[in-house]
């Protein structure tokens, strides 16, 4: 279990960055002093070049097209919400083949949680 959060979706980059610092380290005796200055210059990007390829793949699992400045308040906004990431994309595949599925299932607080999201987001992107 992860009881502290370390794997979860918000500490990946530092957990990803924390991984490959440990292997640099154990591969370092075995690096050229050129390799070993390379590979330090790649850690100290490592974090800008995560964050926005994260942003970008989340985009594109929101379906969102285009670059818009919103898409930063939304993401970040989601990221804060504790929520199944896998329950959450399921329920987005059902709201949107068919918003009427929701209300039969209106009982059950994690559809109608994720409808309130996906309303959320969708009146952020409208403003």
Known sequence: SDDEGRYSIGAQANVGLFNLQKLLE??????????????????????????????ELFKAKLGFLGNE???????????????????FFSNCTIINSCEKVIWPFSGHGVICDNFFILFFIKKVRNQ
């Not at 005796?29 to 974090?47: H, N, V």
């Not at 930063?72 to 990431?85: G, M, Q």
């Open 26 to 55: 154990a591969l370092k005796p075995l690096l050229t002093s050129d390799q070993l200055s390379q590979s330090q210059q790649i850690l100290r990007e490592y974090p800008q070049i995560y964050h926005q390829r994260f942003h």
């Open 69 to 87: 400045e919103k898409d930063s308040y939304v993401i970040a906004f989601l990221l804060k919400v504790n929520i199944s990431w896998i329950v």
